[in-house]
C-alpha cells in the first residue's frame, strides 16, 4: 500500500512546493502581503484553485526569503534595513509600553509595501490611546482579535502612517500576555534584539 500511496505522496508535496514558490514571486514582484490571497491566486494560475494541499505560510515565506535572495539581493537589503530602522524609531518612542516587533519585518521577507507590525503591552486600554493624542500622532484605531492565555480576546489595536508612507499596526495585549512565555525571539523581539540586529546602540 505504501507503494501504491507514494507517487500521490510526492506529486502532492511537489505541488505545495511549486505553489509556494509561485506565491512567493507573487508578493516578491506584485506587493501582496497577505498569504492567503497569494496563495489562492497562485493555486488559480496554476491551474490548482480546488487543491486541498496549499503550502503553509512558513513554507511560503521560506520560498520568499529565497526569492528574495536570488532576484532582489540588490534592492531588498536596503529596503529591509529602512523598514526596521523605521520600526526600531517606533519601539523607541513607545518604550514605556514593552513594544515587540513581530512579522515580516522582523523575519527578513518584508518588501517595500509591507507593514511594520508591533505588540504593547498595558493594563490600561486608554493609555496607549492617550500617548498617541498626546504625541498628536495621526493614527486610525480599531479593534484586533488575538489569543491570549489561551482564549481569545477583542484588544485595542492603531495603525500610524509614518512620513514614509509605511504603516505600522499596532496591537495593545494586556501586561500578563507579556510575561506569558509565548515571546519566542525568532517571532517576537524587543528594543534591544532590533538595534542588534541593525547593529545600533540602544537607547537608554
Not at 37 to 54: E, I, N, V, W
Amino acid at each position: 500500500m505504501a507503494k501504491d500511496r507514494s507517487p500521490h505522496v510526492n506529486r502532492r508535496d511537489l505541488m505545495r512546493e511549486q505553489l509556494a514558490h509561485q506565491a512567493a514571486k507573487l508578493m516578491a514582484e506584485d506587493g501582496i502581503t497577505d498569504h492567503a490571497f497569494a496563495k489562492r491566486k497562485a493555486a488559480r494560475q496554476m491551474g490548482a484553485a480546488d487543491t486541498q494541499h496549499l503550502p503553509s505560510n512558513q513554507e511560503v515565506d521560506e520560498a520568499l526569503h529565497s526569492y528574495r535572495v536570488l532576484y532582489q539581493q540588490n534592492s531588498h537589503p536596503n529596503i529591509l534595513r529602512q523598514l526596521r530602522e523605521e520600526a526600531l524609531t517606533t519601539m523607541n518612542m513607545l518604550a514605556e509600553f514593552h513594544p515587540y516587533l513581530t512579522g515580516s519585518v522582523l523575519r527578513g521577507t518584508a518588501g517595500e509595501h509591507s507593514d511594520i507590525n508591533l505588540m504593547l503591552f498595558s493594563d490600561d486600554e486608554k493609555a496607549v490611546l492617550l500617548f498617541l493624542l498626546k504625541h498628536k500622532l495621526e493614527f486610525e484605531d480599531g479593534e484586533w482579535k488575538v489569543q491570549v492565555s489561551g482564549h481569545q480576546e477583542t484588544v485595542p489595536s492603531y495603525t500610524l502612517t509614518g512620513e514614509s508612507g509605511v504603516q505600522t499596526h499596532i496591537i495593545v495585549l494586556p501586561e500578563n500576555a507579556r510575561h506569558s512565555g509565548s515571546r519566542h525571539p525568532e517571532t517576537h523581539a524587543d528594543i534591544a534584539a532590533v538595534a542588534k540586529i541593525l547593529g545600533e546602540p540602544v537607547s537608554s
